[in-house]
């Protein structure tokens, strides 16, 4: 990567910018957990239209003239993704020639306007150098001479004066931290202009030396700024992260070390990343590639970036494994097969809550026996791989990696009720599964009964409530007494349990209904089994029952109540006010003549921040989902078979990947 690419960027075609993948619009899982994603977005064009593919990344790297083009845009994307890192893109020892045709409204021609003939890098023959075409070395050691100051000292001024203080930035992207010059000089140099050359390693001493200068100073001058280095891993102890461009440069075992080793010296946060690309190629389908270079590194903590290369940097590929939540890395990555040497690479395994990371760094497929029972990612892109599929053994091409979740079970039920010994499957907003369906039992729950899993009374420690038969059962997380209930008295009737915050105290409360053979009434008791409130939702003489959900489905901060009708009812949807005053809206979820009853849920389901109102088809009816704001506008449907079901099917929500958007659960499907 250099300072002349951009401008290479100007006079280039933008196919690059429009190689999207077709997906969803969806953050990275990074921003809740792992994989963290990095986008080195340099070109010299934003359009409005990028924001919201540009705010999915956990780090977006742009060119610091872009706080003068797009500020706006800057702020968008911080609007979208409160917690993105946005990093302003410098070199620290280069300047394109094109820098200097710039207005000086712009901070780079600003910076070309200031440099003096003394800072630049020369050979013995007083030649200019440079590594990049069209683009010169400047001398960032402390020989460099000059009027009042050298290069090393002006830039951090520049960096704190003219770009940190606009409040843009989290901070600077330092382009070219060499670790030496001889290299990259391609030509001996005269670092004090005595015309006699230096040896290399006397160049690359004092290169060293002038580069941690540099970086000191831009400490100092901006001591809240984040800094990343490309290149030079021998900075690691000054920067928040090492970028390790073209990874793996030339031996994968030793590039991981490095990677590896510069995060356990970097600062916090760190901001340690590996670039994998594809040699300057349009390629975004070389899916292979793409998950080596992620799986290589999520065996650290670093962020991970991956396009088209140094003369590209400035795509927006986005992948299925982008999403794929594996949360919080469980310790450290172990290695699962050693080879006899470093050249012949090797196999890595590391553990997440959610699931493992596996990278077969060796030039031969190998057969992984996994630690249990895993799950595949499901997608769109590579279904050949992305397939959903539960495995024990793992059939990894040399030079790939694989993300694998942990099987689903109860356990990833959460803040939604259920019941006990169901089948569960699971779908996304749009209605595509996502993950294997599964029996949700539990054994410290009675079979059959109504069950909710989640934090009650704003303790630590999930708690735990189920309904079996005519009873209320209370079971407090942090121990305790145990509060048993009748909300009906003594009933052999079945009925609805939906557990939310109805009011403004620290604790959820239970609303329970009959689930068909009686009136319509909804009651809301405490977590001691006190009756709050009651009210009937549909007319008195209807006698199938009443469905409910709890959640805030305007975004006003406050919860509602929603209901729907049990058996015999059409499918007529009112909302309420959590005190059982009519909040106003009521709609049908379907055809009124539909008389199956209704069941209902409330989930957040497309990460807008506002949950949705998601309906489930009665009995008798081909099985169907329809998802509703709370105006009754629908947003989606999808059929999940084309066989009436005498039953019905039961929906619920949660957010079973741990990514902000809830799923959706549905049971009662034993005919397909």
């Not at 901070?171 to 030509?187: K, P, Q, W």
């Not at 470093?342 to 990278?359: C, D, H, M, N, P």
């Not at 279904?383 to 539960?390: I, R």
């Not at 620290?506 to 008791?525: C, D, L, W, Y």
Request: glycine letters at 12%.
């Amino acid at each position: 990567m250099h300072d002349m690419f951009f401008w290479k960027r100007m006079c280039a075609s933008f196919l690059a910018v429009t190689l999207v993948l077709p997906v969803s619009v969806s953050a990275a899982s990074g921003i809740r957990g792992s994989p963290k994603i990095l986008n080195l977005y340099l070109g010299w064009e934003i359009k409005e239209s990028d924001v919201p593919l540009l705010a999915r990344w956990d780090m977006l790297v742009l060119d610091v003239d872009q706080q003068q083009r797009y500020p706006h845009l800057i702020r968008q994307l911080r609007e979208r993704n409160p917690k993105i890192i946005i990093l302003a893109y410098i070199s620290s020892s280069e300047i394109a020639q094109a820098r200097f045709l710039e207005s000086t409204d712009f901070p780079m021609g600003r910076l070309a306007k200031d440099v003096q003939d003394a800072w630049y890098l020369r050979a013995p023959n007083g030649n200019r150098t440079e590594f990049w075409p069209g683009s010169s070395l400047l001398n960032v050691t402390n020989l460099s001479s000059g009027t009042g100051e050298r290069w090393n000292e002006y830039l951090p001024r520049f960096i704190r004066d003219q770009v940190m203080s606009t409040g843009l930035w989290d901070g600077i992207f330092l382009d070219n931290t060499f670790v030496g010059i001889s290299y990259f000089a391609r030509s001996q140099v005269d670092l004090d202009r005595n015309g006699r050359a230096e040896t290399d390693v006397d160049a690359n001493t004092k290169w060293q030396a002038g580069t941690r200068s540099l970086i000191h100073a831009i400490r100092a001058l901006n001591p809240n700024a984040l800094l990343i280095g490309n290149g030079g891993t021998v900075y690691a102890d000054q920067l928040n992260g090492i970028l390790s461009e073209n990874f793996p440069s030339w031996n994968w075992n030793e590039n991981l070390r490095e990677y590896r080793d510069a995060l356990t010296k970097n600062r916090g946060p760190k901001l340690g990343s590996i670039n994998v690309n594809t040699k300057n190629e349009a390629r975004p389908q070389d899916f292979k590639r793409m998950r080596f270079g992620l799986a290589s590194t999520l065996m650290d903590d670093g962020y991970y970036s991956f396009d088209q290369g140094d003369w590209n940097h400035h795509v927006m590929w986005w992948y299925d494994e982008y999403e794929a939540n594996l949360g919080m890395p469980q310790g450290a990555a172990k290695k699962i097969i050693e080879q006899p040497t470093t050249a012949e690479g090797s196999v890595w395994l590391r553990r997440f809550t959610k699931g493992i990371a596996v990278v077969n760094g060796t030039n031969v497929a190998r057969r992984i026996n996994l630690p249990g029972v895993f799950e595949r990612l499901r997608g769109k892109q590579d279904p050949q791989t992305n397939d959903g599929s539960l495995i024990r053994t793992l059939n990894l091409d040399a030079q790939d990696g694989a993300i694998l979740f942990n099987r689903s079970d109860v356990s990833d039920i959460k803040n939604t009720s259920f019941q006990n010994g169901s089948f569960v499957r699971i779908f996304n907003g749009q209605g595509q599964v996502v993950q294997n369906g599964f029996f949700a039992q539990r054994e410290d729950a009675p079979s059959g009964a109504l069950v909710f899993i989640g934090n009650v009374d704003s303790e630590e420690r999930e708690d735990q409530i189920y309904m079996n038969g005519d009873t209320v059962t209370v079971k407090p997380g942090k121990g305790g007494k145990v509060i048993n209930f009748k909300p009906f008295g003594k009933s052999k009737q079945t009925f609805t349990l939906s557990v939310g915050n109805v009011n403004r105290d620290p604790q959820k409360e239970i609303i329970v209904a009959r689930n068909g053979g009686g009136p319509s009434e909804v009651r809301v008791f405490n977590m001691k089994g006190k009756l709050l409130v009651s009210w009937v939702a549909y007319n008195p003489a209807f006698l199938g029952g009443v469905r409910t959900a709890v959640g805030d489905v305007d975004g006003d901060g406050l919860r509602e109540i929603v209901t729907a009708p049990g058996p015999g009812g059409g499918p007529h949807i009112k909302i309420w006010k959590t005190d059982g005053k009519n909040w106003g809206g009521s709609f049908f979820a379907f055809d009124p003549g539909e008389v199956g009853g209704v069941s209902i849920a409330i989930g957040d389901v497309d990460g807008d921040g506002k949950a949705e109102i998601i309906a489930g088809s009665g009995q008798g009816s081909i099985p169907r989902v329809r998802i509703f704001d709370f105006r009754g506008t629908l947003k989606q449907e999808f059929r999940i078979g084309n066989v009436p079901l005498a039953q019905g099917i039961t929906v619920g929500t949660t957010d079973i990947q741990g990514d902000g958007k809830d799923e959706i659960f549905i049971t009662g499907q034993s005919a397909f």
